[in-house]
């Protein structure tokens, strides 16, 4: 049973490699593995937690589930956007760690196949920390975000203490 239960893993994670959830901040287009992706819902109440950083906007209930949500504009240091209609939650899962991302608007699903992905340039050291690579797709640009650096360990512990306390 396990042997199944063990390929049955293997076979998703072929079907998910090379595959990504695009989207938009202003005039650049991003993308996100898509193993990563746990769903995609519009913007709802958010409710403020107090000594947080300030691109963490709150929390949201999905479900019965607290989930912490990030301004991804603020966190790229962009100037704040009001959300509207067009405006999702991309809720991502890092390590059993649920994180919504805030983002103008959700495009598609698009394979980038590995050797279309190029390092990020090394402008400077702290420039490109959030970026993973990036995909070319026709004559387009998309910046692949790495996931696992959206949120560093000091915050990840001010919010773990926030939302324990």
């Keep these: 049973m396990a042997q ?16 990504f959830l695009t989207f938009s901040m202003g005039s650049e287009m991003y993308g ?3 193993q990563y992706v746990i769903e995609i819902i519009g913007i709802q109440a958010i409710t403020e937690v107090p000594e947080l950083p ?73 420039g490109n920390r959030y970026i993973k690579g990036i995909g070319k797709v026709d004559n387009e640009m998309k910046l692949i975000l790495d996931c696992y650096r959206l949120l560093n360990d000091r915050d990840k512990e001010k919010l773990d203490n926030s939302l324990l306390d």
């Design 54 to 126: 300030e691109y963490i906007k709150g929390i949201i209930n999905l479900r019965g589930k607290i989930i912490p949500v990030m301004d991804v504009r603020l966190r790229f240091y962009k100037p704040f956007m009001e959300y509207n209609d067009r405006t999702c939650i991309i809720v991502i899962d890092i390590d059993d760690t649920y994180i919504g991302l805030i983002v103008d608007s959700v495009s598609e699903v698009l394979s980038i196949p590995e050797g279309e992905i190029v390092d990020p340039p090394e402008v400077n050291k702290t």
């Design 4 to 19: 199944i239960d063990v390929l049955e893993l293997m076979e998703q994670e072929d079907t998910q490699k090379g595959k």
């Design 32 to 34: 996100i593995e898509i």
